[in-house]
């Protein structure tokens, strides 16, 4: 058995928000928002599009905090994922802090050698408790402003229970290129079933970050509603990577926004592999002049997944541009692609691309493509391709009269697919992304 | 080298091969010649595999041992090879990266750095642009461009026996040219050729040892060159009968 500090009843209440708020030593202002969200969730209904989810909220644990970090013990592991581990090549160490039951002395290490470069070029980085205790002044200003609560259910389920999560602020023209990954890799303290992130660019300030790991993430919670808000102001660069590869037990609601002020660039690279059920729509609002975004996505739905999931935009600022790229690999699972492309009046001259590719490597699977697509501005572009392909025998046959055998042509074609994508990603990360695919091949 | 036995094939149920006998020897080349539609092409792709193609009688013998069994890639890895008459496309797969897998499993890889030097030296030799080395396969490429690939792909796979589908048809003087080296050197190491065409344009570049005509999916005549000039002369009509 585990020890666990504190464990919430089952079910949803006030009492439950109390005590979260209380054990992270909260402002009062955090629980006053908490509480207010927790009245919207009650009276807000399930979304009526997307995935049929048949959750009981009432069976719910809302809260877990261990006493350590041990929230299982390594022989409690699912058999597939400890399979995985061995196949990417993760040393036992790292495995373990994967998987959430390791010790976390080697992270903290790390952690305490990033911490000081960071703070040197006047950089926070910490996780979303501490900044709320920290950092109260900064985190108010920005906490909920661009995903209220009032946005959806899970949005207002997420801020009234969130823990966990991430706070990073670059200052203005500090330049982060550090492997920041490496730190979440290893460290899972970040990762909660409502983790809460939420990151601040000022002026002229760069910053690449990669978020998640390719091995799969063992959690015994049945939902998770993660919310992430970015703003990017003027002339700022952000880049950043998600990898979801949650186990294949969970509801996943992923919600993630971001706002891009004058001449600012973000690219967005996201690759879903686990989880159930997926719900994800990142969303970019370009609200200043000549602002770009480009989100590009890779997936592989498999054994009756079901993934839907898409990107948003907004163009509200001049000579605007956007670009989504969805590749989606789809065995005997569902993946639809759901998006929205929306163009206010006056933003002059913008441009809007969607392309979204869906790969099918049987019969039995389902695609289908929801793109709506709004332009209120004449003088702007959109335009839109969606095409559901399989593989084609011809293909597979060719690669084998090289030598390769068709499991491995298989991978390839499918690796090539995804290339558009994975090009984006730091090579080690492309890397592991291959061996899940050939992983996930193996396993099918 | 390759032996076809009484060879028999037939692709949704229909016959598309009748009694197909042949014998390639080491360091031999073979014409095939045919009007459209002959079986010229499910010859090839019988020879290297393809699943659709079901052999119902007779065999294929490769060095002496039977491989009508055999999945492609392990006729590939035995030494056979065919150049496509029409390659497919694959998005996000460039000649490098299928090469490199493909010479690794042939357990032909001479690792990186020799590898890449000579793709380099191998891609000019048969003029093709170092830009489409990078490229998705086929995607976007000319005609002519995408036999040199093939030819590309011949030369550093060096096969025991290589069949060239329609390899001539599309390429300019300079790569006829390289093709007419490719068959020099093939045969001085003792590497046998498999030409299908249906034009005999190709036999000003390669001098073969026989010349075979296939027609309604059966070899109606065998000789040497002087066959393939008669045919120039009279067209395949002489064989109908």
Redesign the interface.
């Known amino acids: 058995m585990v020890d666990y500090a504190l464990i919430s009843g089952k079910g949803l209440n006030e009492n439950i928000v109390r005590q979260i708020s209380k054990d992270n030593e909260e402002p009062e202002w955090m629980l006053r928002l908490r509480l207010k969200a927790l009245k919207h969730f009650f009276k807000t209904p399930m979304p009526s599009w997307g995935l049929s989810l048949d959750i009981n909220f009432d069976e719910l644990t809302y809260y877990v905090k261990p006493t350590e970090r041990k929230a299982a013990s390594w022989d409690e592991v699912p058999e597939d994922i400890r399979k995985t581990f061995d196949a990417l090549g993760i040393p036992e160490a790292e495995r373990q802090l994967f998987a959430g039951t390791g010790a976390q002395f080697e992270s903290q290490i790390i952690y305490a050698k990033l911490k000081q470069k960071f703070e040197s070029l006047g950089v926070i980085f910490t996780d979303m408790h501490t900044a709320v205790r920290e950092h109260s002044s900064i985190v108010k200003q920005y906490f909920g402003r661009l995903l209220p609560f009032t946005n959806n259910k899970f949005a207002a389920l997420n801020t009234a229970v969130w823990s966990g999560g991430l706070f990073i602020y670059v200052p203005k023209n500090v330049v982060v290129d550090l492997p920041i990954h490496n730190y979440f890799r290893i460290n899972m303290e970040g990762i909660g079933q409502f983790e809460r992130t939420l990151i601040i660019l000022e002026e002229g300030a760069k910053l690449d970050y990669i978020e998640g790991c390719t091995a799969p993430m063992y959690s015994k919670a049945s939902l998770h509603a993660g919310l992430v808000e970015v703003f990017v102001k003027s002339n700022a660069r952000f880049h950043y990577t998600t990898i979801q590869n949650w186990s294949r037990n969970i509801y996943n609601m992923s919600m993630k926004r971001a706002l891009a002020l004058n001449n600012s660039v973000i690219t967005w690279v996201d690759g879903n592999f686990g989880s159930k059920k997926l719900m994800k729509y990142p969303c970019i609002i370009l609200k200043g002049d000549n602002s770009k975004a480009d989100l590009l996505s890779a997936s592989f739905a498999k054994n009756n997944q079901e993934f839907d999931i898409g990107a948003k935009v907004y163009h509200i600022g001049k000579n605007t541009k956007s670009r989504i790229l969805s590749k989606s690999i789809v065995k005997q699972s569902l993946t639809n692609y759901r998006g929205l492309v929306s163009i206010a009046k006056g933003s002059v001259n913008s441009r809007a691309s969607v392309v979204c590719d869906s790969l099918m490597l049987d019969n039995d699977s389902t695609s289908s493509t929801y793109p709506y697509i709004f332009n209120n501005e004449p003088s702007a572009i959109s335009t839109h391709e969606a095409r559901v392909g399989k593989v084609?025998?011809?293909?597979v046959?060719?690669?084998?009269?090289?030598?390769?055998?068709?499991k491995?042509a298989l991978a390839?074609?499918l690796?090539?697919?995804?290339?558009?994508v994975t090009k984006e990603l730091p090579l080690d990360f492309a890397l592991e992304l291959n061996k899940i695919i050939r992983l996930e091949l193996s396993n099918a | 080298m390759l032996e076809l036995r009484d060879l028999t094939v037939k692709i949704d149920g229909h016959v598309v091969l009748k009694n197909v006998n042949l014998n390639i020897k080491q360091g031999q080349v073979h014409v095939i010649m045919g009007p459209n539609g002959a079986g010229k092409s499910s010859l090839a792709l019988t020879i290297m595999g393809h699943p659709d193609y079901k052999v119902v009688s007779g065999d294929i013998l490769f060095e002496n041992e039977s491989v009508k069994q055999l999945p492609a890639f392990e006729r590939a890895r035995k030494g056979l090879f065919l150049a496509f008459q029409t390659p497919p496309e694959i998005e996000g797969v460039s000649l490098t990266t299928m090469l490199r897998h493909s010479l690794k499993s042939l357990n032909k890889y001479p690792g990186y750095k020799q590898f890449m030097q000579e793709l380099d030296k191998q891609a000019m030799l048969v003029n093709l642009s170092k830009k489409l080395l990078g490229k998705s396969l086929n995607q976007g490429f000319s005609g002519g461009e995408k036999k040199r690939s093939e030819l590309l792909q011949l030369l550093l796979l060096n096969p025991k026996l290589a069949i060239l589908d329609e390899i001539d048809s599309g390429l300019d003087v300079d790569a006829l040219k390289a093709l007419s080296n490719i068959f020099r050197a093939r045969k001085q190491a003792s590497r046998s050729c498999l030409i299908i065409t249906h034009y005999s344009r190709i036999l000003n570049y390669v001098k073969p040892d026989f010349v075979h005509v296939l027609i309604n999916g059966e070899i109606k005549a065998s000789g040497d060159e002087h066959l393939a000039r008669k045919i120039e002369e009279q067209g395949f009509k002489q064989f109908l009968k």
């Open positions: 084609e025998e011809d293909q046959f060719y690669l084998t009269s090289r030598g390769l055998t068709k491995e390839m074609i690796l090539g697919f995804i290339s558009p």
